[in-house]
Nanobody, 115 residues
Framework: QVQLVESGGGLVQPGGSLRLSCAAS????????MGWYRQAPEKQRELVST???????NYADSVKGRFTISRDNAKKTVYLQMNSLKPEDTAVYYC?????????WGEGTQVTVSS
């Protein structure tokens, strides 16, 4: 059974930082492209960042220079370090795993940026 379990969300003030983690089980983690996506209220889910099996990264323009994605294949975990957070970063953040036609999602973790 495939599971992606996100953690690390919470309430943070503007300018603050959070580190999200996504622990995977039931998949050959190292071969999957892993990604973080987010969905704000009444908006569509959008890509935040991805990291391939080879370590190549991609970021949405809105988070470039502020967010960093990384992975630890030994721990089957992908991370998202979020710095200089803004109120518009408020959303539910989802972890995704993709390999070919196989795609899996976590249940999400809430990030709220507010003073």
């Amino acid at each position: 059974q495939v599971q992606l379990v996100e953690s690390g969300g919470g309430l943070v003030q503007p300018g603050g930082s959070l580190r999200l983690s996504c622990a995977a089980s039931g998949i050959s983690f190292s071969i999957y492209t892993m990604g973080w996506y987010r969905q704000a209220p009444e908006k569509q889910r959008e890509l935040v960042s991805t990291i391939t099996s080879g370590g190549s990264t991609n970021y949405a323009d809105s988070v470039k220079g502020r967010f960093t994605i990384s992975r630890d294949n030994a721990k089957k975990t992908v991370y998202l370090q979020m710095n200089s957070l803004k109120p518009e970063d408020t959303a539910v953040y989802y972890c995704g795993a993709v390999f070919g036609t196989k795609q899996y999602w976590g249940e999400g973790t809430q990030v709220t940026v507010s003073s």
